[in-house]
């Protein structure tokens, strides 16, 4: 089974996209998605995580910008990301995690915003 993600794409400064992920197969026993970003040269970081009751997580940047949701009959998660920054540019990783620790990553969607 593996995590598709789409969505990404190129924007300008204060442009919006909406992510999307969801798994090719079945996956049991998830209890928590979310997304991660890569820019070049720096670390993966995470951007936002959504537990199966709706807590949610976000980083610093991402508050009061980005918005995560989930659904969870479809197993799929979603992040709608307005007022992009440059900064934001990366690649964009979806994640899931089950009760049995283990992990699904997607392949990455590039998010890129231009100045």
């Known amino acids: 089974v593996q995590l598709q993600a789409f969505g990404g794409g190129f924007v300008q400064t204060g442009g919006c996209l909406r992510l999307?992920?969801?798994?090719?197969?079945?996956?049991?026993?998830?209890?928590?998605r979310g997304w991660y970003r890569q820019a070049p040269g720096k670390e993966r970081e995470l951007v936002a995580t959504i537990l199966n009751n709706g807590i949610t997580n976000y980083e610093e940047s991402a508050k009061g910008r980005f918005s995560i949701s989930r659904d969870i009959h479809l197993n799929s998660v979603y992040l709608q990301m307005n007022s992009l920054k440059p900064e934001d540019t990366a690649v964009y990783f979806c994640?899931?995690?089950?009760?049995?620790?283990?992990?699904?990553w997607g392949q990455g969607t590039q998010v890129t915003v231009s100045s």
């Open positions: 994640h899931q995690k089950t009760n049995y620790g283990r992990e699904y």
């Open positions: 999307s992920c969801a798994p090719s197969g079945k996956i049991s026993g998830v209890n928590a």
